[in-house]
Every structure is written in structure tokens, then in C-alpha cells.
Antibody, heavy 115, light 110 residues
Framework: EVQLVESGGGLVQPGGSLRLSCAASGLTFNKNWMYWVRQAPGKGLEWVAN????????NYVGSVKGRFTISRDNAKNSLYLQMNSLRAEDTAVYYC????????WGQGTLVTVSS | QSVLTQPPSVSGAPGQRVTISCSGS????????VYWYQHLPGTAPKLLIY???QRPSGVPDRFSGSKSGTSASLAVSGLRSADEADYYCAGWDDSLTGWVFGGGTKLTVL
């Protein structure tokens, strides 16, 4: 059974930083694209970033380019999202997902950016 | 405003069939596959349809997807109360060099 467990969310002030983690199990991690997708309060799903199975290709939504960095550690079956210069509009539940079709998703971790 | 356009809501009685539309452009749906996800807020989203019309194992055949030109649709037949959820279409967009989601459609079973 595939399991994706996000952690690292919390309350942070505007301009601050946070690092999210996603621990994966039950899949061949180093053969899967990985994604971060978020849902702001009362809004729909928004793709944030994705990373190729070997880390050689990364893509970001325009609103986070230059502020967020996606990375992975295949030896630890883990995905990360380093979030810097956080803004109020980054407040959301952040989900990690895996597979060519975003086949599997975690339960999400809440990030709140507020003073 | 989302790149992929979905109706905000649809509804139907138990046992009926409803469809959810997803309208895009040549840079996304017109060129690439469409995916559909079911989401109950507070839970993990679930993949319902991949590559336009393929169902992952475990997804009932009451759910079906189709694509024509720059539009796609999800059909849900034999409606059940458990189908009440938000449904999202998604896919790759060449112009944005990233994935895009529709705004989501809330399905209500009357």
C-alpha cells in the first residue's frame, strides 16, 4: 500500500521560511515523479511544483518561482519543499502526490502565514 | 481564474447520471491527457480518471471520462450519496510549463 505522509507545516510570519517533508513508502520512490499541490482556504487545488524521479527536472507555478525549492532524497524516500519569503497568500493545506498521473496523495499539512 | 474551466456545481438525484465539463485550450487539453480527481475537503484527493478515459483499479465503472478537442468531461452514473464531493480536472499546460487544475465542481446528490 502506498503511503505519503507530509510534515513540517505550521504558523509562520510573513517573510519567514518553512520546510515541508513528505515520507513515502509502498512505492519504488526513485522511479516516480513527485508533486506538491496546495489548497488555500475556500479555494480549489493548485499545483505548486514537481520533480522528476532523478531530480534532473523541476517545474514551479509562477507565483512561487524564486521563493520555493522542490527537492528529493531517493536514499531516504523523501520529498521536500523549501518555502522562503512566505506570503499570506501561501496559506494552504499542502499535499504531496506521486506517480505520472498524481496517482497517490498524502493527507496534507497546513501552512498558515500570518503575523 | 483557472486555466481549465469547470461549472461550480452540478446536482442529480440518486441513480441518475450527471456530467462535469472541463474546457481548456490547445496548450493543455488540446494536446495533452486529462486527469480527474475526487476530493472531500480534509482528506487526500483521489485519482478517478487518467489519460482521458482510463480508470485506476478500484474505481467503479460508474465513473467515465472522455475528451474531444479542447474539452473533456467526467460522467458519473448511478449516483450515490457517497459521490458527493468536489471534482477537479487537470493536465499539463505547455504555455505555463506546468500542471493546471480546473476550479473544481461540487457534486450534490439530492
Amino acid at each position: 500500500e502506498v503511503q505519503l505522509v507530509e510534515s513540517g507545516g505550521g504558523l509562520v510570519q510573513p517573510g519567514g521560511s518553512l520546510r515541508l517533508s513528505c515520507a513515502a513508502s509502498g512505492l519504488t520512490f526513485n522511479k516516480n515523479w513527485m508533486y506538491w499541490v496546495r489548497q488555500a482556504p475556500g479555494k480549489g487545488l493548485e499545483w505548486v511544483a514537481n520533480i522528476k524521479y532523478d531530480g534532473t527536472e523541476k517545474n514551479y507555478v509562477g507565483s512561487v518561482k524564486g521563493r520555493f525549492t522542490i527537492s528529493r532524497d531517493n536514499a531516504k524516500n523523501s520529498l521536500y519543499l523549501q518555502m522562503n519569503s512566505l506570503r499570506a497568500e501561501d496559506t494552504a493545506v499542502y499535499y504531496c502526490a506521486s506517480g505520472d498521473s498524481m496517482d497517490y496523495w498524502g493527507q496534507g499539512t497546513l501552512v498558515t502565514v500570518s503575523s | 481564474q483557472s486555466v481549465l474551466t469547470q461549472p461550480p456545481s452540478v446536482s442529480g438525484a440518486p441513480g441518475q447520471r450527471v456530467t462535469i465539463s472541463c474546457s481548456g485550450s490547445s496548450s493543455n487539453i488540446g494536446t495533452y491527457h486529462v486527469y480527474w480527481y475526487q476530493h472531500l475537503p480534509g482528506t487526500a484527493p483521489k485519482l478517478l480518471i487518467y489519460r482521458n478515459n482510463q480508470r485506476p483499479s478500484g474505481v467503479p465503472d460508474r465513473f467515465s471520462g472522455s475528451k474531444s478537442g479542447t474539452s473533456a468531461s467526467l460522467a458519473v452514473s448511478g449516483l450515490r450519496s457517497a459521490d458527493e464531493a468536489d471534482y477537479y480536472c487537470a493536465g499539463w499546460d505547455d504555455s505555463l510549463t506546468g500542471w493546471v487544475f480546473g476550479g473544481g465542481t461540487k457534486l450534490t446528490v439530492l
